[in-house]
Every structure is written in C-alpha cells, then in structure tokens.
C-alpha cells in the first residue's frame, strides 16, 4: 500500500504560481512512477504530468507543457508539481497518483494508488 497526500493548492491569480507536493509513506515510493491528474465537476479526470520511478522519463499534456514542471525527491518520498503561468482553465481539483508500470504513465487505469486531491482555484 502507499498513502498520498496533496499539498500547496489555493486561490492565485491569473499568471501566478503554485507548487503542488505529493507526500508517500507506506511502500517504497522510488519503485512507482508518478502522476498529476485534474478534475473539475462534470469532467472526467484528465492527466497533466507524469514521471517515472528515477525522474528520467516525463510526460505533459499539451495544455500545460512550457508552463508545468514534474519531479521527484526520492529520498524525501515526495513529488511535486510546479505549476506556472497559471490560467483560469487550470482551476479543478489536483490529485497525485502512483503506479507500478514502467515508465512516465499516461493512462488513468495504470494508477494503483490515489491521494485525496487538493484545489486549485486561478482568478482572472
């Protein structure tokens, strides 16, 4: 089992930033590869980054690449989020994810474990 648990969500305006943590405890964090998912209501969730287990291999969607940044301490059992240059659209509720497949996991049904979310509301 992991545990996740989001931090760093709030209320920013429009061209601000937030930076998103992911806090693992449980099994060996290092050995998953990690995931940012959004949603807002009436939406399905929607990948935003992901990583692999070593932090070598990323993957953004098109709608936030040059502005996101994914990584990892693996050490500290963390991931983050560095969210830049934030828009209106980017406002929903921000989960992490972990998965045991190999690679930077793009698609929703790989993840195995799913921390509570935590929102982020930009302002225009």
């Known amino acids: 089992q992991v545990q996740l648990v989001e931090s760093g969500g709030g209320l920013v305006q429009a061209g601000g930033s937030l930076r998103l943590s992911c806090a693992a405890s449980g099994r060996t964090f290092g050995s998953y590869a990690m995931g940012w998912f959004r949603q807002v209501p009436g939406k399905e969730r929607e990948i935003v980054a992901s990583?692999?287990?070593?932090?070598?291999?990323?993957y953004y969607a098109d709608s936030v690449k040059g502005r996101f940044t994914i990584s990892r301490d693996n050490a500290k059992n963390t991931g983050y989020l560095q969210m830049n240059n934030l828009k209106p659209e980017d406002t929903a509720i921000y989960y992490c994810?972990?998965?045991?497949?190999?690679?930077?996991?793009?698609?929703?049904?790989?993840?195995?474990?799913w921390g509570q979310g935590t929102q982020v509301t930009v302002s225009s």
């Open positions: 994810a972990a998965s045991s497949s190999v690679g930077s996991v793009r698609y929703r049904s790989l993840y195995d474990y």
């Open positions: 990583i692999n287990w070593s932090g070598a291999g990323t």
